[in-house]
């Protein structure tokens, strides 16, 4: 069965710190993998996507995720977080020839405290 | 930058009622999307639409669910008689193929069934 899992429903971090967001899917075909943003009280913001090629990818607010289908992953990282940065992260997988929906994770929130 | 819009922002209905959910997708954009998000959940597929018809359905997009493309920029969501769990942020988006590797969602509706 096709899945995406975020194992952490909810990470609290320090300003300044590094941040790792899981997620891991499920999948019998090639994939694509998205990772969104939401901020409080708006809409879903593409964060960075993999599609092929080189295994990370960056956003341009420091943000990284690798691809690993080894492991099947598709983990989002960030080195030193900001307060700005609080908001609930979605992992989204977009499975080969099954059309073109998007199947979310369940979602991170992401809580920066100074 | 383009983007997807939706109206209303924020609806209250009376269970039973009628409710239709507007977006108007990006111009050159031809697959369409709604998903859905109850509260503190995940982002949910609902549907999709390509040249006037269903792409694809998920099990939650029953007979109470109609999509429609009224005309050459609106594409809507209707749903005819509202329970108090169809209470969520409902999202449009768009895509320009159907490997969805660009979608665009829109702010979102909150709808709420009273």
């Known amino acids: 069965a096709q899945s995406v899992t975020q194992l952490d429903s909810q990470v609290p971090v320090f300003e300044e710190a590094p941040v790792e967001l899981r997620c891991n899917y499920s999948s019998s075909v090639s994939v694509y993998l998205f990772w969104y943003v939401q901020y409080p009280n708006q809409g879903l913001q593409l964060l960075l996507k993999?599609?092929?090629?080189?295994?990370l990818v960056e956003s341009i607010n420091g943000f990284e995720a690798e691809f690993n289908k080894s492991q099947t992953s598709f983990h989002l990282r960030k080195p030193s977080v900001h307060i700005s940065d609080t908001a609930e992260y979605f992992c989204a997988v977009l499975f080969y020839n099954q059309g073109g929906k998007l199947i979310f994770g369940q979602g991170t929130e992401l809580s920066v405290k100074p | 930058e383009p983007e997807v819009t939706q109206t209303p922002s924020h609806q209250v209905t009376q269970m039973g009622q009628e409710v239709i959910l507007r977006c108007v997708p990006i111009?050159?954009?031809?697959?369409f999307y709604w998903y859905r998000q109850i509260l503190g959940q995940k982002v949910e597929f609902l549907v999709s639409?390509?040249?006037?018809?269903?792409?694809?359905k998920s099990e939650i997009f029953d007979d109470q669910f109609s999509v429609e493309r009224p005309d050459g920029s609106n594409f809507t969501l209707k749903i005819r008689s509202t329970k108090l769990e169809d209470s969520a942020m409902y999202f449009c988006?768009?895509?320009?193929?159907?490997?969805?590797?660009?979608?665009?969602f829109g702010q979102g509706t909150r709808l709420t069934v009273v």
């Open positions: 111009s050159n954009h031809l697959y």
């Open positions: 993999y599609l092929s090629g080189s295994t």
């Open positions: 988006a768009s895509t320009r193929t159907v490997m969805n590797t660009e979608a665009f």
């Open positions: 639409f390509y040249n006037n018809e269903i792409s694809e």
